[in-house]
């Protein structure tokens, strides 16, 4: 027996408690490793075997050394997460490569290497198994995403070639990994800061790591067992993560960013980055696709799951061959993931869809929609219903009017049709799909009766071309309708003049206008507010008329 026997703290990993003892008994890792492999020699094809299958005869070694149990050191092996909670290890055999293979191919399989909590290490020096998990992205005590990986070296912790162990270790935690022949990173892994962790990653977090300790959750309401859930949370999280990183959802989100990248390293001349095998490095994107994932399986139905599917899926409308052949070639078709992506697909489920077999009686056409609806027509028709904040929201309507009048396009062909980036209006539809208040029937039955009292003979484009006409040429008008207006407005009301005909008159998208309507700070938006609110009316009938003359 060693002389001093260090007990494996609770979710510790069995690499790290082997480091612990060494250091308590003031052992070089590599005594100890060379005094728990005795006779036999362990096999060492990879440092992660020691975690999946360290061998029963090494175990009751550490064991004998130690006085740990082996239900103790079983714990601190990826046994611990067998059983679909969240890995399956049936069939592993240590001397089978094949298996390893097998094992695998599951997906989402830890790495060799880990994640870590910086605090955490640095309160109590225990490496927690679950931070191998790709599935695990937070730390729920600190409520901040793991650190995927050194800053020193720039790879994964414990990227272990040859020895399980660090062949430096010490109270600031070196990370350790292999910098040269015989050279090793020795940047401190308490020295990494972390980002807190968003409130919907947090409690995504919170829901996998009760599944994890066998906690039953519910999918669409209906009670699933712990490593079902577990695997179409994955599942369904894949899917997303190959929406997100086609060309046109590149920008859907302010986490895809860093995906994207990632995407592009890892895509080869014959095919994209492999989500389902191996997920992206990025503890944030892994986080929030996950989170996607679980407050689509939050909602009540299966059809509500959809609505919230669907705008994911604009991307890939029209794919040769159909969306419905492009998600089975990416997605395991689980019992869940079939309903959710049969009724995300199928024409009655999303409101854009509805939408397009509006039956269209009057023969108006794009150019009678502004990007941002009618303020009248809005409060009238769609007040209370959207959750959005106005602009967002009128401009949503009037994306589901332009699906109207074009029956069987898309959000993006909708937003192009207005003249407006095809990805804003994949963006508006992806928001307002979680904040609307009402049924996609029911809104519908409103953009159609919307459309019916819409009045036909206006032109929306050509007001957007005249006020960007008016903006290069302020010399031609600016002067005479400045003082043609008692009192005359100031000299420097420039901007707001031209602000206020883009957005009152043309109706304009506020980041699709001329330069200078583009509101840089607060302040200058107070001042447009006031210049607004002063207008007399003889002057704003001026504005309007440079706009509307024929
Ligand atoms: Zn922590
Ligand atoms: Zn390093």
């Known amino acids: 027996m060693l002389p001093s026997r260090v007990l494996p703290a609770s979710g510790e990993a069995l690499d790290g408690y082997l480091e612990r003892l060494a250091d308590a008994n003031a052992l070089q890792t590599s005594q100890l490793i060379t005094m728990l492999r005795g006779e036999d020699e362990f096999p060492r094809r990879s440092p992660l075997f020691l975690l999946i299958e360290p061998g029963d005869s090494y175990v009751t070694r550490i064991a004998e050394m130690t006085g740990a149990t082996t239900e103790m050191l079983d714990a601190t092996t990826l046994n611990r997460f067998g059983g679909g909670l969240p890995l399956r290890l049936d069939g592993f055999d240590p001397l089978d490569r094949h298996s390893f293979r097998q094992i695998v191919a599951q997906g989402w399989f830890p790495n060799t290497g880990s994640q870590i909590c910086p605090q955490c290490l640095a309160h109590d020096h225990i490496w927690q198994l679950s931070w191998r998990l790709p599935i695990v992205t937070t730390c729920l005590i600190h409520k901040t995403l793991l650190a995927e990986s050194c800053r020193g070296c720039g790879e994964r912790f414990r990227l272990r070639r040859y020895s399980p162990l660090r062949p430096v270790i010490g109270p600031d935690e070196p990370c350790g990994n292999q910098a040269g022949l015989r050279t090793y990173c020795r940047h401190s892994a308490l020295e990494h800061v972390v980002a807190p962790a968003p409130q919907d990653v947090l409690e995504t977090a919170a829901a996998i790591a009760g599944a994890m300790n066998g906690r039953p959750n519910t999918i669409f309401r209906e009670p699933t067992s712990p490593h079902t859930y577990l695997a179409e949370l994955r599942h369904l999280a894949t899917l997303l993560l190959h929406l997100a990183t086609m060309p046109r959802g590149a920008d859907c989100s302010d986490w895809t960013e860093q995906l994207a990248a990632e995407a592009a390293a890892r895509r080869t001349e014959l095919r994209g980055p492999r989500w389902g095998f191996s997920p992206p490095r990025s503890a944030l994107a892994r986080g929030k696709t996950l989170s996607a994932a679980w407050q689509i399986f939050e909602q009540e139905t299966v059809e509500r799951g959809a609505e919230r599917l669907a705008p994911w899926l604009e991307v890939i409308a029209d794919t040769p061959g159909g969306p ?33 077999y509006l039956h269209c009686t009057n023969s108006i056409s794009l150019q009678t929609i502004p990007h941002l609806i009618d303020v009248e027509l809005f409060r009238k028709f769609f007040e209370g219903t959207l959750g959005s904040y106005e602009w967002t929201a009128r401009l949503y309507v009037s994306l589901c009017l332009a699906r109207a009048l074009r029956p069987g396009s898309t959000w993006a062909q909708a937003a192009s049709g207005l003249g407006l980036p095809s990805i804003l209006g994949v963006r508006t539809a992806r928001a307002a799909s979680q904040r609307m208040h009402i049924a996609p029937d029911e809104l519908a039955r409103r953009v159609s009766a919307a459309l019916a009292v819409l009045p036909p003979d206006r032109n929306y ?11 290069d040429h302020t010399d031609v008008w600016f002067e005479r309708w400045r003082m043609s207006v008692s009192p005359p407005r100031r000299a420097d009301s420039l901007p707001y003049a031209i602000t206020w005909l883009w957005w009152e008159v043309a109706q304009g998208w506020p980041a699709s206008g001329p330069a200078s309507t583009i509101m840089a700070g607060p302040r200058r938006s107070d001042s447009y507010q006031t210049f607004r609110r002063r207008l007399p009316r003889e002057a704003a009938v001026g504005l309007r008329s440079l706009v509307l003359m024929p």
Not at 327 to 342: G, H, K, Q, Y
Not at 461 to 471: D, I, M
């Open 324 to 356: 419905s052949n492009w998600i089975d070639n990416r997605t395991t078709r689980s019992p869940t993931m079939r309903r959710l992506v049969a009724a995300a697909l199928a024409d009655r489920r999303c409101a854009g869809r509805r939408i397009d």
């Open 461 to 471: 484009r050509r007001r957007e071309r005249r006020v960007t006409w008016l903006a």
